[in-house]
């Protein structure tokens, strides 16, 4: 079982596309294990976007993630990194496959409405920087 780390940025909840986008996941079948609306401090921007440091987009991205409110999710299942990724579809709006999250709502590199994590490590390190243990729940005992 995976998982991985799912934030509704700033511009898709300023657009109210919450409910449409943890919709398509749990259609998909996959497991919301934390979520919540937070504001991102310019701290946890710096950790989570630290492999973009210096790169030319680097302040507009810290500046954009930290304007709003994001919604912050985990969501578990069988290749869940892979899956939820082909689901948000590409960054550049332009090149994401039609059905895709980014293709049906976003026009835009910058303001393309989720982030996904790129692979497990990095989903347990973004994980790390947003919940704390205590805010994952599991599903084992019987309803
Ligand atoms: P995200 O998946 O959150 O990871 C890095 C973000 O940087 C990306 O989505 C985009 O919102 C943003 N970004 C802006 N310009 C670029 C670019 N040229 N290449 C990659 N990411 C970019």
Not at 35 to 45: C, G
Not at 69 to 83: K, N, R
Not at 109 to 117: K, M, P, V
């Amino acid at each position: 079982m995976e998982r991985t780390y799912l934030m509704v940025k700033p511009d898709g909840v300023e657009r109210g596309l919450i409910g449409e986008i943890v919709g398509r996941f749990e259609r998909k079948g996959l497991k919301l294990v934390a979520a919540k609306l937070m504001n991102v401090s310019l701290e946890r921007a710096e950790r989570h976007y630290a492999e973009h440091k210096g790169k030319d987009f680097y302040e507009r991205l810290l500046q954009f993630i930290t304007a709003g409110p994001v919604f912050a999710m985990v969501w578990e299942g069988d290749q869940a990194v892979g899956l939820t990724r082909a689901m948000i579809g590409k960054t550049n709006a332009l090149e994401a496959a039609p059905g895709t999250i980014r293709s049906d709502f976003a026009i835009h590199t910058n303001f393309n409405l989720i982030h996904g994590s790129d692979s497990p490590e990095n989903a347990a390190r973004e994980i790390g920087i947003f919940f704390n243990e205590e805010e994952l729940l599991s599903y084992d005992k019987a309803i």
